[in-house]
């Protein structure tokens, strides 16, 4: 599915994130940057050990006290299909304060460091929408109008990669006011 009449085409999927043939997959990690479950999970296990070992060495260096929610930093994508992995910490949700920029920052800063590294493909999960409590309508709405403001060229798709039916329709209609 395709939003028309836009230069980067935003696209929506059913599938798992760890299975995509882009140039940059993005992790919803936890700020240790050192694993977890759901994407994260996944995309280590599938990833391999250089991803973990490249994590460990940002931890070392550069993120020190972890990666803040909001940010995004690159690592090897290992043995996924991807060539690199870019991991952003998305907001834990909380019902009484409003995060929402924050959400919408990991997603403008997973694809400013995309661009940085010369992508011009890039898949998201629908992040913080899982262990981190986001409901679905809310993440999905964010994700689509933060990658539409976001998302220019050398981009050229913009994919966001839902694991079930409820997910994909709301993604749907954040992006096409249908689903
Ligand atoms: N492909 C695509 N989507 C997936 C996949 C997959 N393989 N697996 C799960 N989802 P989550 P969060 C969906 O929990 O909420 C981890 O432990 C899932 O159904 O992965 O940002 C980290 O280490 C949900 O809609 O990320 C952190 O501690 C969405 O992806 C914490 O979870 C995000 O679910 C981050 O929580």
Known sequence: MTAPGSTVRITLVRGDITEQDVDVVVNAANSSLLGGGGVDGAIHRRGGPAVLADCRRLRASHYGKGLPTGRAVATTAGNLPARHVVHTVGPVYRREADQSDLLASCYRESLRVAVELGARTVAF???????????????????????????????????????????????????????
């Open 125 to 179: 999960p629908a992040i913080s929408t899982g262990v981190y409590g986001w409901p679905m309508d809310d993440g999905a709405r964010i994700a689509v109008t933060a990658c539409r403001e976001a998302a220019g060229p050398p981009l050229t798709e913009v994919r966001f990669v839902l694991f079930d039916r409820q997910a994909y329709e709301h993604f749907a209609r954040a992006l096409h006011g249908t689903g």
